[in-house]
């Protein structure tokens, strides 16, 4: 992202990295901020920051596996791209098991965690919130979700490479908006501990 904005703007590396931050923090995604700011058009962005090499992400039948347990329809929600969204699922070996996928497009750009991008989750796929859980890797991604009545449940592994990694670390308890906290997802699947709650799984940004 950082590099997208130095070639497109003509700045130095480090000041376009400071200012991707700045539009992360304001905006809730870089992109939100390019397009508020800029009024740049989000295509050629999501094309160029999503052009990587996941060829290091294996297949996981136990993750397969874990999933395919869990009831009801089972989405993606994302504000990263549906192409995106596509190749790790892929390379992970789970794509047959997902309903659909709601990528940031689908949002009309409006990422999480406005409340405006779930109240378009929730329209486009028919979910009935209190009925649905969510599964995330930033907690303030769960605030509107658990303020709607979903089943929350933030997944952070221990290599979180994230600012939002050393908040969690400083907390002694949950927080209200967070019902369930796992830093190892098969495990907690196969634990049930969520159903019969429906799933709607989210990735990372």
Known sequence: ???????????????????????????????????????????????????????????????AAAIARLPGRRLIFTNGSRRHAESIINRLGISELFDGICDIAALDYVPKPARTAYDRLLKLHAITAPRAAIFEDLPHNLEIAHALGMTTV?????????????????????????????????TFLNSETISPKRAVCAPSN
Not at 29 to 44: C, D, F, R, S, Y
């Open 154 to 186: 933030l997944v952070c592994p221990d290599k979180m490479d994230h600012p939002a990694r050393v908040k969690i670390d400083d907390w002694h308890n949950l927080p209200p908006y967070i019902d369930h906290m796992t830093g190892e997802l098969v």
């Open 1 to 63: 992202m950082g590099e997208y904005i130095s070639k497109t703007f003509e700045l130095p590396l480090e000041r376009a990295r400071s200012l991707q931050l700045a539009y992360y923090r304001q905006f809730g995604t870089t992109l939100a901020g390019l397009m508020q700011i800029h009024k740049l058009p989000p295509e050629p962005f999501l094309e160029y920051v999503y052009d990587i090499d996941v060829s290091g992400i294996l297949e996981s039948p136990q993750l």
